[in-house]
Each structure stands twice: as structure tokens, then as C-alpha cells.
């Protein structure tokens, strides 16, 4: 079922656990994901990217997909789709509109000033049926040559009553160039605002790192790259042995496997 996830959310931080968020591309990725969701009796974050939502052919279109495929494949755990870095005020309405059931919205690269305001107008959109999650601090990029949340933002944006904070703690989306360089200090600080902590870009993070992240306050943690990578390798390998096939369904369901084994990694990590 369609929900917000604040309640499996508290529960996780409550409990040291936390709630996966994969990215879904199109109509068989998203099938596949519930389907291991539902597999492995964990509730699930549907990530869609404005990108993605253009390529599926809108807001509605995303809900309506979710929708009908939590229907026919009989899915009973809970289920959240969401606007993964939405880029306005604008873009957000439509999400809700359409029928998310939260909402980012990234302007993390914005003054702390445009950050707070806009994340403001769209709490009051939002709340109290759809949760807000705003990022604070260079996330895979640098700023004022830091790649670490200033803590003091973090007080300032919190204020606003958000559902949930993505703090950059040397995290990054993304390939990781050589070994992340996770501030465990800074997490531990950040935690200590008792508000509900994302982790963005937890491709390529150690089995440890994302312990440790949970330990300390995560618990949302959102997945896309390891994802892409395993499906990408198992479609080629697939495409290279049958090179007179042209079925597209069977071109794209090559992936799966491989798809839900990630799936199914990633999901054991976080409990």
C-alpha cells in the first residue's frame, strides 16, 4: 500500500535499523523492486529523479504505474514514491498533486536563507500527509572547499520542521573515486538534533560504513548507482551471448536477476 513511511520510518530510528530507497527507471525496474521488497518483507522508498519521471511520461503516469503494479502483484508491504532531488517549488506541487507520498526538495546548493524559505513554502504544501526531506551541504561536490555539512546550518534548517535531513558527511552521489571519507564525528553531532537522517549515495559504501551510518542516526538510505551497474553488466553479457535477439522484454529482463540479488544485498545491510 501507498504510504508516507513516517511511522516505518520512527520505528527504524527507534529500532537501529533502516528503510532502503531504490530508484525506479522505468516499468520493469519498478516491478522488480517491489517484487524483492515484497520477497524479503521490507518496506520500500520508490526514488524517482525528474529525469526519470520525464522519461516515464510524468508525474501521474509514475503514480498510476505504482499504483496498478502494488495491485496486481498482490504487494502488502508499505510502499512511498518519491521525488528524489526535486529542483523547485514547482516541480514538487506536481509530485503532490500527482499522489507522492514525499517529497526532496534539493537546494542544497542554494544560501542556507534559499534553503530555508523555499523548504518552508513547500512544508506548507505538504505536511501533514506528505513527509519533506531537505539536504544541507556539498553532497558529492564542495563548498567554500568543504564536502562536510556545517553543523550550525543543519540547527538552522531543522527549525523548519522538516521530516527529514540528507546531511553531507563526505558521502557523495555516484561512483566513489578510492575510499569514502565518512565524518562519523559530524553524524554523530547531526544525530543529536533527534530528526530522522538520510544517507545519499550509499552506492559503493562498505558493509561497515553503512553499520556504522545506522548506529548513528540513518535511516533512510538511498540506492541507485549499484543498481544501474548490475543491471548494465548482466544486460551486456546477455545481449553479447544472443546477438540476433531483439525482444526488448527479454533484452531488459536480462537485468533482473542481477537486479534483485543488489536488491536483496542491500536490504540484509540495513537490518
Not at 41 to 52: D, F, K, M, R, T
Not at 109 to 118: A, D, Q, R, T, V
Not at 229 to 234: I, Q, R
Amino acid at each position: 500500500m501507498l504510504t508516507n513511511m513516517k511511522q516505518e520510518i520512527l520505528n527504524a530510528k527507534k529500532n537501529k535499523q533502516a528503510i532502503p530507497q531504490f530508484n525506479i527507471n522505468n516499468l520493469e525496474w519498478t516491478k522488480f523492486i517491489l517484487e524483492e521488497c515484497q520477497k524479503e518483507n521490507c518496506p520500500v522508498i520508490l526514488g524517482v529523479s525528474e529525469s526519470a519521471i520525464e522519461y516515464m511520461g510524468g508525474y501521474n503516469t509514475v503514480v498510476n504505474l505504482v499504483k496498478g503494479l502494488i495491485k496486481d502483484l498482490k504487494i502488502t508491504i508499505p510502499v512511498s514514491i518519491h521525488l528524489d532531488h526535486g529542483s523547485s517549488l514547482e516541480s514538487c506541487i506536481k509530485a503532490i498533486t500527482a499522489g507522492f507520498t514525499s517529497i526532496m526538495l534539493d537546494k542544497s546548493k542554494e544560501i542556507l536563507e534559499i534553503n530555508i524559505k523555499e523548504t518552508e513554502q513547500l512544508i506548507e504544501k505538504a505536511h501533514p500527509n506528505i513527509l519533506v526531506e531537505a539536504e544541507i551541504g556539498p553532497i558529492g561536490t564542495t563548498i567554500n572547499n568543504s564536502k562536510y555539512t556545517n553543523f550550525e546550518d543543519c540547527k538552522e534548517l531543522v527549525k523548519t520542521k522538516i521530516d527529514l535531513l540528507a546531511p553531507a558527511i563526505g558521502n557523495k552521489h555516484g561512483i566513489y573515486e578510492g575510499q569514502a571519507e565518512l565524518d562519523y564525528n559530524l553524524l554523530e553531532k547531526i544525530n543529536k538534533l533527534d530528526i530522522p537522517l538520510v544517507l545519499h549515495g550509499a552506492s559503493g559504501l562498505s558493509k561497515e560504513d553503512i553499520k556504522k551510518c545506522i548506529e548513528l542516526g540513518i535511516v533512510k538510505i538511498n540506492y541507485n548507482t549499484d543498481l544501474q551497474l548490475a543491471w548494465a553488466e548482466a544486460v551486456k553479457k546477455y545481449i553479447n551471448k544472443n546477438k540476433e535477439e531483439y525482444d526488448p522484454r527479454k533484452i531488459i529482463k536480462s537485468g533482473e536477476i542481477a537486479l534483485k540479488t543488489v536488491i536483496k544485498e542491500k536490504i540484509n545491510q540495513l537490518r
